[in-house]
C-alpha cells in the first residue's frame, strides 16, 4: 500500500451526469501512463461531496472494472450520513477495494468521542482496513497526538492520508508509529513529506504530473533531496498555474487537451473557462504533461 496513488478526476457531462468511457480513460491513463501505484476513489478530486449514493457506486463499480488488479485501490467512503458510509463502504469492500478511507466527519462541531465513534463503526460493518483522511483546512477538524494514540490504537485503522503543513506535528507521528501507513496530501509539498519519512503520497496533481512526482519519491529514496528539491520546483510552478486557473477544472482541461474525456465539473462548481485553454495548452507543452 506504499507508493504514488492518484486522487482519481472523475468526468462529468454538462447534466451532471458521469462520463463512463471518459473514467475509463482516466483510470487508464493514470496506470498505463502516469503509472501510479494506486489510486484514491471518491475523495475530494473526484467531487464526492456532490454526489448521489448511486453515482458513488457506480464510480466505484468502474473503477475497479477498468483497473482490475493491476493496482492498489482505496475507496473514500467518509459521510455525514454513517448509514451511507457504511453502505458505501460495504459496497466497495465486496467489490475488493484493497483498503477503505473516510474524511474526518464536518461540518458539525463532532466531539472525538463522536469522531473515533463513526470510524469504528465504519471498520466494525465493513471488516475492512481504514485510512484517516485529515484535512483540517476543508473540515475543520484538526487530530492531536493523543487522538491519533486512539485511533490507531485499532489494528484496522492502517493509516492516516495527511493534508496538512504542520510538519512538526507530521515528524512526531513518524516518529512514533513507524509502522503506520502515513501519506502525503498536499502535492506541492512532497519532498518536506518526503523528508519527514512519509510512505507515500495521495493527490489530485498526480492525474497529470504522476511521472515527475514520481521522480521525486525516487530521489528521495536515494538521499538525492537537492535533486528531489529541483524537481518540486518544476512540479510546484505547475501547480501554481492550475491553483490559479482553478485546480479541479484545469487538470480536466489538461487531460481533454491531451485527448482524454475527462469532462467537465459538476454544479455548483464552475466549469472551466474556455477563453483560458490557450493557457492550459502553453502548460501541457511547456512542461510536457
Ligand atoms: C482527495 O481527496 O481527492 C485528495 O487526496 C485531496 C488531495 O490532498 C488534494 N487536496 C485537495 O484537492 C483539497 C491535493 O492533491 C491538492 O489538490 C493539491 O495538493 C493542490 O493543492
Same mark, same amino acid.
Given at each position: 500500500?506504499?507508493?504514488?496513488?492518484?486522487?482519481?478526476?472523475?468526468?462529468?457531462?454538462?447534466?451532471?451526469?458521469?462520463?463512463?468511457?471518459?473514467?475509463?480513460?482516466?483510470?487508464?491513463?493514470?496506470?498505463? $501512463?502516469?503509472?501510479?501505484?494506486?489510486?484514491?476513489?471518491?475523495?475530494?478530486?473526484?467531487?464526492? /461531496? !456532490?454526489?448521489?449514493?448511486?453515482?458513488?457506486?457506480?464510480?466505484?463499480?468502474?473503477?475497479?472494472?477498468?483497473?482490475?488488479?493491476?493496482?492498489?485501490?482505496?475507496?473514500? $467512503?467518509?459521510? !455525514?450520513?454513517?448509514?451511507?458510509?457504511?453502505?458505501?463502504?460495504? /459496497?466497495?469492500?465486496?467489490?475488493?477495494?484493497?483498503?477503505?478511507?473516510?474524511?474526518?466527519?464536518?461540518?458539525?462541531?463532532?466531539?472525538?468521542?463522536?469522531?473515533?465513534? =463513526?470510524?469504528?463503526?465504519?471498520?466494525?460493518?465493513?471488516?475492512?482496513?481504514?485510512?484517516?483522511?485529515?484535512?483540517?483546512?476543508?473540515?475543520?477538524?484538526?487530530?492531536?497526538?493523543?487522538?491519533?494514540?486512539?485511533?490507531?490504537?485499532?489494528?484496522?485503522?492502517?493509516?492516516?492520508?495527511?493534508?496538512?503543513?504542520?510538519?512538526?506535528?507530521?515528524?512526531?507521528?513518524?516518529?512514533?508509529?513507524?509502522?503506520?501507513?502515513? =501519506?502525503?496530501? /498536499?502535492?506541492?509539498? !512532497?519532498? =518536506?513529506?518526503?523528508?519527514?519519512?512519509?510512505?507515500?503520497?495521495?493527490?489530485?496533481?498526480?492525474?497529470?504530473?504522476?511521472?515527475?512526482?514520481?521522480?521525486?519519491?525516487?530521489?528521495?529514496?536515494?538521499?538525492?533531496?537537492?535533486?528531489? =528539491?529541483?524537481?518540486?520546483?518544476?512540479?510546484?510552478?505547475?501547480?501554481?498555474?492550475? !491553483?490559479?486557473?482553478?485546480?479541479?477544472?484545469?487538470?480536466?482541461?489538461?487531460?481533454?487537451?491531451?485527448?482524454?474525456?475527462?469532462?467537465?465539473?459538476?454544479?455548483?462548481?464552475?466549469? %472551466?473557462?474556455?477563453?483560458?485553454?490557450?493557457?492550459?495548452?502553453?502548460?501541457?507543452?511547456? %512542461?510536457?504533461?
Amino acid at each position: 500500500m506504499k507508493g504514488l496513488f492518484t486522487a482519481l478526476l472523475i468526468p462529468f457531462d454538462e447534466n451532471g451526469q458521469i462520463k463512463e468511457e471518459g473514467l475509463r480513460q482516466v483510470v487508464r491513463h493514470n496506470i498505463d $501512463v502516469q503509472k501510479v501505484d494506486g489510486l484514491y476513489v471518491n475523495g475530494s478530486t473526484g467531487e464526492n /461531496f !456532490l454526489l448521489t449514493t448511486d453515482q458513488k457506486k457506480f464510480i466505484f463499480e468502474t473503477v475497479k472494472d477498468e483497473a482490475k488488479d493491476s493496482v492498489k485501490l482505496i475507496a473514500q $467512503v467518509g459521510s !455525514l450520513n454513517l448509514e451511507e458510509a457504511v453502505e458505501l463502504g460495504r /459496497f466497495a469492500t465486496e467489490l475488493g477495494y484493497d483498503s477503505l478511507s473516510a474524511v474526518t466527519p464536518f461540518y458539525y462541531p463532532f466531539t472525538f468521542e463522536e469522531i473515533k465513534s =463513526y470510524y469504528n463503526t465504519i471498520i466494525e460493518e465493513t471488516g475492512n482496513d481504514m485510512i484517516i483522511y485529515a484535512i483540517p483546512a476543508l473540515t475543520g477538524v484538526a487530530i492531536s497526538m493523543e487522538q491519533f494514540d486512539e485511533l490507531f490504537a485499532n489494528e484496522k485503522v492502517i493509516g492516516v492520508k495527511y493534508t496538512d503543513s504542520n510538519f512538526f506535528a507530521l515528524e512526531r507521528l513518524r516518529n512514533r508509529y513507524p509502522d503506520k501507513l502515513i =501519506y502525503s496530501g /498536499f502535492d506541492e509539498m !512532497l519532498v =518536506y513529506g518526503l523528508l519527514s519519512g512519509v510512505d507515500g503520497a495521495i493527490g489530485s496533481t498526480y492525474n497529470v504530473n504522476g511521472l515527475r512526482s514520481r521522480r521525486i519519491m525516487e530521489l528521495c529514496e536515494q538521499n538525492k533531496f537537492e535533486e528531489a =528539491y529541483e524537481v518540486q520546483h518544476e512540479a510546484n510552478d505547475i501547480i501554481e498555474k492550475v !491553483l490559479e486557473l482553478g485546480i479541479y477544472q484545469t487538470l480536466k482541461e489538461i487531460l481533454n487537451v491531451k485527448g482524454i474525456d475527462a469532462g467537465t465539473t459538476k454544479n455548483p462548481l464552475s466549469s %472551466f473557462d474556455p477563453s483560458k485553454r490557450g493557457k492550459v495548452e502553453k502548460l501541457v507543452e511547456d %512542461f510536457n504533461l
